[in-house]
């Protein structure tokens, strides 16, 4: 081997590790994105479980109010049909009792104070139902970034073993895809409808 060959050699391992460096600091920052995106994925994934098992437990207080308050009213309906049997005190004392049973089946329905009537679970209930479908959204993003930063770190990797630069490219765009998906999830997750 010539003198002049080896310094092509050298010359041409000099640019190929500029390139590898290049393509190492490329993966670096994939992974980087990748890292925030998974930690996204993660917190909005926690997010929708938590708000799922509130709606579910809003979802079966609002129905234990509701037998309550069936049971109350079927029981001041009853009640009102013995009315018309008995002397003045026992009527009075009936109506009383339908009276407060009237009440307690009027604060089963509306509680405000509280926020435990079947009308304000209902609402808590639909607003945590909206707060887990937002966070599945997010969710939804954060992944599909999550797989579009582990292809490019894939592409990028074999760029360096191929010497493929297209593949460094695709890597990129690839990239910036997943960051523009990412940022959608934060922004805005309700504009692309993914499974």
Known sequence: MSAHESMEQADHAKEA???????????????????LSETLGKGAQTESISKNVEA???WAFFQAKSIRRTTVQTAAEQAKLSLGA???????????????????????????ETGEGS??????????????????AKYHHFELASAAFQIGIVLASATII???????????????????????????????HLP
């Open 17 to 35: 590790a500029g390139e590898n460096r290049k393509i190492a600091l490329l993966i670096a920052v994939i992974a980087l994105c990748l890292a």
């Open 56 to 58: 579910s437990n809003l």
């Open 86 to 112: 008995g002397d003045d005190a026992t009527k009075a004392a009936v109506q009383k009792q339908i009276d407060d049973w009237q009440k307690t089946a009027a604060r089963y329905r509306s509680e405000p």
């Open 119 to 136: 009308e304000q679970l209902s609402e808590r209930a639909k607003h945590a139902e909206e707060e887990r479908n937002l966070a599945e």
């Open 162 to 192: 191929t010497g493929i630069i297209a593949l460094a490219w695709i890597s990129g765009l690839l990239t910036l895809a997943g960051i523009a998906v990412t940022a959608l999830g934060i922004f805005m997750p309700h504009l692309l």
